[in-house]
């Protein structure tokens, strides 16, 4: 089998809740343009994947993966993942490793379709289900957080973050909200987004400590591998971070080495597709660490990455970025939550996606080839 064309579709997503979820994310505007990426071959299947989110169109990476990613892998075979894969990351200053991923995620995608399984199969099982967590956007109150959390524990939902407003007083006033409005023995968490210095790191991851959160996601900036350390050796509650290291598996190394953080944090989009999260979960698992995966900004991100998690026995939960309506555009069938609070992948091979091909050609803006 062999590789023949590589286009990419962008459309526009229309009707986005506008929403933020910190001071570091671009603010919602209502829409955004996505990318359908095909990857064809001379065998007649084709491999599919979503490029862009709710808040980073398509459209900013688009003409770098075509000029710089689709060379690297025509007229080659799709099973090479791993030669496929080094060539791409190659080329990762002309690009990026959101480009890289949707290349990566569309040759598993191959791969799953032309040997008739589900992606989860080709990974190796590891369970049948995950349980789901609601993970909200930023709230104007404490009272809508603990709303919200209710409403999210009463449906069966395993656990709770919260993305606060980033302002000492009212993230810990949001964090006691819920807490009272849960009960003592839900599972809560909260997720700063690279929000605070350390003194207020330190204040904050004081007071959730008290209130039993389950973990302390991303307090300081993103590369700030000295406070971190020091964070972690004054706290008891896990840390995570490592949602954003630089580079891809090789971002992984200085966190563990200077035990910097708990656990370890990821998804197809901003590690640069599946290859790379299945590498950076064993890694974590070497180290009897978790990699809790990361939300993936689209659809078929979201599906991949569910994959990833029935596939890998060191990641506990899936996440939810509220508002779904925000992740959720494109596919006929969308990952749904079970009244057990359990997400379960399709069972039709590779991705298992029924992709909305009219709406894509509705809403169609220009295909780059």
Known sequence: MKITDVTLTLFRWTGIPNISYG?????????????????????GVTGHAFLGSATN???TEAAALIRSLKPMVMGLDPFDREKLNQRLWSRVR???????????????????????????????????????????????SAAAYAEEAVRFRD??????????????????????????????????????????????????GRAIEE???????????????????????????????????????????????NHATDYLRGDVAVKGGITTVMKTAHLAQAFRMNYEIHHGGNSLNNLANLHIAVSIPN??????????????????EEIEIGTDGMVRPPEKPGLGAEIDFALIERMKIATLV
């Open 23 to 43: 001071a570091h994310a671009a603010q919602g505007s209502g829409e955004s343009i996505l990318g359908l990426l095909a990857i064809r071959t001379d065998a």
């Open 57 to 59: 169109g398509a459209d």
């Open 94 to 140: 002309q690009t990026s490793p959101r480009a890289i991923g949707a290349m990566d995620i569309a040759l598993w995608d191959i791969a799953g379709k032309a040997l008739g399984v589900p992606l989860y199969k080709l990974l190796g099982k590891s369970r049948d289900a995950i349980p789901a967590y609601a993970s909200s956007a930023v709230l104007p």
């Open 155 to 204: 449906a069966g939902w395993a656990a709770y973050k919260i993305h606060p407003p980033q302002r000492l007083r009212d993230d810990i006033a949001a964090c006691e909200a819920v807490r009272r409005a849960v009960g003592d023995d839900y599972r809560i968490m909260l997720d700063s987004t690279w929000g605070y210095d350390f003194p207020t790191a330190l204040r904050v």
């Open 211 to 257: 209130l039993g959160f389950y973990w302390y996601e991303d307090p300081l900036a993103d590369q700030d591998v000295y406070n971190y350390v020091k964070l972690r050796q004054t706290l008891r509650i896990p840390i995570m971070a490592t949602e954003y290291p630089m580079g891809g598996l090789d971002g992984y190394a200085t966190w563990i080495m």
């Open 315 to 332: 990641t506990e939960f899936f996440e939810v970025l509220l508002p779904e309506a925000a992740q959720k555009y494109g596919l006929l």
